[in-house]
């Protein structure tokens, strides 16, 4: 009898002690992810304040792209961290408010490739066209390529979610699900869509990529004269080629995946939000930033921004 309610007691004990660890996993998971996302906001903020109060930014096609990146990447990131945090804490709600979140987290990962093929294409333009640029590559004008763009990363989301089943058993406007991408893309067509669209869409922007980075090099080795000029706008398409790796490492999660299932003992769950973190997080984080602060004049601005909001700190205190 004492044997038998030793082993009744180690039982009931086994659920309480991986409960609570898996709480202790959640906390940390989302102790690290929230302030790594407000210094992330913090940094977009200052640079959209930029921006904003200096109008000659806004008059170069070059800086309203980059601005453009960065209200996309903060979409990204925001959606993200929210069904994020939503697995997370178990949240569950119907798929009619589901889907919104996703459809932004899908459309914005798929406008940032198009976003850094126009930006090298615009340096492209930029160099070779100096006097007879095209209207739609005007600062005047540029909407009209930005609204394009997101048209066109904007339609497959669709276009994935029509082609796809629903379970019969789940009611879109009521039976609550956890926010999953799984949830509307289960059916084999649909990840066979999204897997060639995400080669398409990378495989397209790492050739303009090229074209353009090797026409510009090309470029400065007929000129004689601004060779300064046209050896930026070539390290810009080559950091471009960067931001595109860095996105890329997205794709990587089924390779570390298998290494860590193969070399540690991790929980799937702890597998998938150091992809998260590692592969989508930290890469969405860096590719602004570097891209702001290599900028001559905008890190001039950002400095006097910080120093200006520190003085005001010690002013206050």
Known sequence: VVLHSCKMQNLTELPANATSQRSLSVIIKVCVTIPFFIIFLCCIAVMLHIFVTHRQFLETSRYILFAYML?????????????????????????VYCVPLLFISTATFQNTPLILATMSLERYVAIFYPLQQPATWRSDRIWIIILSVWFISCIFPIIEYSIGELDLAVDVLSTPVLCKTVVVNSSPIQKLFKAALNVLFFAVVAVIILFTYVRILLETRKLRQDKESVSKAMHTVLFHGFQLLLCMLAFTHPITESLIVLNANWLPEDVAFFNYFCFMLIPRFLSPLIYGFRDQNLRGYIGKTFLCCSKKVKATH
């Open 71 to 95: 209200i996309n990447d903060t979409l990204q990131l925001l959606s993200s961290v929210v069904l994020f945090l939503c697995v997370m804490g178990q949240v569950k709600f119907a798929i």
